[in-house]
């Protein structure tokens, strides 16, 4: 019963939801987003994908939230070059 508990909050079957999660967290700090937006939103889809062909290995949600951080930081990354540049 423990197991299964710390299963759910922390998905340690799904390597790619938690990388994704993590990665997805610390993009939030300046510069460092620029690197970990991408690998946040790769992992992401790898992790929700095993999570989705494997239920049992849990980790949709870690994969949701590294995948909506990293797109998010992604994306203000890209714009503010892109205001840099014009």
């Known amino acids: 019963m423990s197991s299964n508990v710390v299963q759910t909050v922390v ?3 799904n ?3 938690l990388v994704s999660y993590y ?3 610390f993009s939030l700090i300046p510069g460092l987003g620029v690197l970990l937006g991408p690998m946040a939103i790769i992992a992401g889809w790898l ?3 095993r999570a989705n ?3 049992e290995s849990k980790g949709s949600f870690h994969g949701w939230v590294g995948l909506l ?3 998010l ?3 203000a990354h890209v714009g503010l070059l892109a205001l840099f540049i014009f």
Do not use: C, D, E, H
Request: proline share 14%; hydrophobic share 40%; net charge positive.
């Open 11 to 13: 998905p340690y079957t």
């Open 15 to 17: 390597p790619a939801a």
């Open 23 to 25: 990665a997805g967290v």
């Open 47 to 49: 992790g929700l994908r």
């Open 53 to 55: 062909q494997a239920p």
């Open 69 to 71: 951080l990293g797109s």
């Open 73 to 75: 930081t992604t994306l």
